[in-house]
């Protein structure tokens, strides 16, 4: 006991296969590059081609000792999750650690929601985590990995004009917290990251659609008791933490990585 509580903490990801859906910009990106540091080849997962190529050229170093892969795919198909999942055992046979990152989020006044739009957030942000959890299971090894979930404050917290969004957000925690339950005997361990606001191109999209980008730029940062929004290392850095053999022993959690702003009782 005593022996085991003085080694050190591992948080390397040496030799170890990573898939990160929604890698090619954002939050993902920063995760591809994290775990690349870490020591994992890391396969991107998105539907976004350019930037997609862009982000395996970029961090693909000149020794290419950890490569980083691209491979296009709209995680919106289900059909397209086990064309994607034999991809990655193509590539690399197994898989240690899966990150369920690509989602979509929708300005919405509630009467205006159509069914269409409704289904495309849910099947993006929820069906296609369970769906291609489900397709990359038999490839992880015995000795098991992690799945990584990127939910949001919106599971657990009302926004306005959010519902679906918030909706399928929620869900992912639940399914977090299913799999775990499922995937335990097989090693796997499964937690959400819930990020506050974050400053990406998602979060650039939603100021847009306000008529005061800069007003409402400062008023989201003075909602964070730490006084500003994230940036993708901070939820980068929650993933690495998850995802490392030092996290052994953490499974169906949800870390919330939001500066203070869900603890505050008002603003
Ligand atoms: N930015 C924030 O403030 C914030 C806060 C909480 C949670 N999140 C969550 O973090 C995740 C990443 O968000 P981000 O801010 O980096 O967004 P982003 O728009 O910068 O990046 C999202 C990536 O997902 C990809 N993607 C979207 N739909 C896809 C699909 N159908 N198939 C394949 N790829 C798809 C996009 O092409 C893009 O590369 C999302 O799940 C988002 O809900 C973001």
Redo the contacts with the bound molecule.
């Keep these: 006991m005593r022996e085991s509580a003085e080694k050190q903490p591992d948080w390397s990801l040496a030799g170890q296969a990573a898939v990160v859906?929604?890698?090619?910009?954002?939050?993902?990106r920063a995760i591809v590059e994290r775990f690349q540091q870490a020591g994992a080849r890391v396969c991107i997962?998105?539907?976004?081609c350019l930037?997609?190529e862009a982000a395996a050229k970029d961090l693909n170093g000149a020794d290419g000792a950890h490569p980083v892969t691209f491979h296009a795919?709209?995680?919106?198909q289900i059909d397209a999750i086990p064309t994607a999942a034999a991809h990655v055992k193509s590539l690399y046979g197994q898989v240690d650690v899966l990150v369920n990152?690509?989602?979509?989020?929708l300005d919405m006044p509630f009467p205006q929601m159509t069914a269409a739009l409704w289904d495309s957030i849910l099947a993006?942000?929820l069906r296609?985590p369970f769906f291609l959890t489900q397709a990359l299971q038999p490839l992880f090894p015995a000795a098991g990995g992690a799945v990584i979930n990127?939910?949001?404050?919106?599971s657990t917290h009302a926004f306005p004009n959010s519902i679906a969004?918030a909706c399928s957000?929620a869900g992912l925690v639940a399914l977090t917290r299913n799999l775990a339950l499922e995937l335990a005997p097989h090693n796997i361990r499964v937690n959400a990251v819930?990020?506050?606001?974050?400053?990406?191109?998602?979060?650039e999209?939603y100021a847009r659609q306000s008529p005061d980008a800069e007003a409402l730029g400062a008023l989201t940062a003075a909602l964070h008791p730490l006084g500003r929004?994230?940036v993708?290392a901070d939820?980068s850095n929650a993933a690495l933490f998850l995802a490392a053999p030092a996290s052994a022993f953490i499974t169906g959690t949800h870390l919330v990585v939001d500066g203070g702003l869900t603890v505050r009782a008002h603003s």
């Design positions: 859906t929604g890698g090619a910009q954002g939050i993902g997962l998105d539907r976004d930037a997609g795919v709209d995680l919106e990152n690509a989602g979509v989020e993006i942000n296609a990127i939910s949001s404050i919106h969004y957000k819930c990020p506050g606001y974050i400053d990406t191109r998602l979060w999209e929004r994230g993708p939820v």
